[in-house]
């Protein structure tokens, strides 16, 4: 495990995130859903201090999947760690497809979309 902080608003947490080999730093665009103390994870910037900003964003996508499903430790709240990271899959930007996202998680609270 390594060590990751990070800073949102204006608060500093700190968390140990799974390495391998670790090389360098990790870095997610998330979103923070503060009730549930949980950050929603859209994108993979850095990866053990690889840029991944170069890449298709579909490959971007699986990535991140990938490393989180590699990493059920994201997934929980632990004495390490006191949030939880979860992937969120893409959805097509079409009525049909954002109805059929939002049938399978019908108590989630939308308040927007990205």
Same mark, same amino acid.
């Given at each position: 495990? *390594?060590?990751?902080?990070? $800073?949102? @608003?204006?608060?500093?947490?700190?968390?140990?995130?799974?390495? =391998? =080999?670790? /090389?360098?730093?990790?870095?997610?665009?998330?979103?923070?859903? %503060?009730?549930?103390?949980?950050?929603?994870?859209?994108?993979? $910037?850095?990866?053990?201090?690889?840029?991944?900003?170069?890449?298709?964003?579909?490959? #971007?996508?699986?990535?991140? !999947? @990938? #490393? +989180?499903?590699?990493?059920? %430790?994201? !997934?929980?709240? @632990? !004495?390490?760690?006191?949030?939880?990271?979860?992937? +969120?899959?893409?959805? *097509?930007? %079409?009525? *049909? *497809? &954002? =109805?059929?996202? &939002?049938? =399978?998680?019908?108590? $989630? /609270?939308?308040?927007?979309? $990205?």
């Amino acid at each position: 495990f *390594a060590l990751a902080c990070g $800073l949102f @608003s204006g608060v500093l947490f700190c968390m140990w995130l799974p390495v =391998r =080999r670790f /090389k360098g730093y990790t870095m997610f665009d998330c979103v923070y859903v %503060e009730s549930q103390g949980m950050y929603c994870v859209l994108d993979v $910037l850095y990866w053990h201090g690889s840029s991944m900003q170069q890449l298709e964003t579909d490959c #971007r996508f699986f990535w991140v !999947k @990938s #490393r +989180i499903d590699e990493s059920p %430790e994201l !997934k929980s709240i @632990s !004495k390490h760690n006191p949030y939880t990271f979860v992937d +969120i899959l893409p959805v *097509a930007c %079409e009525p *049909a *497809a &954002l =109805r059929e996202a &939002l049938s =399978r998680t019908p108590d $989630l /609270k939308v308040d927007g979309l $990205l």
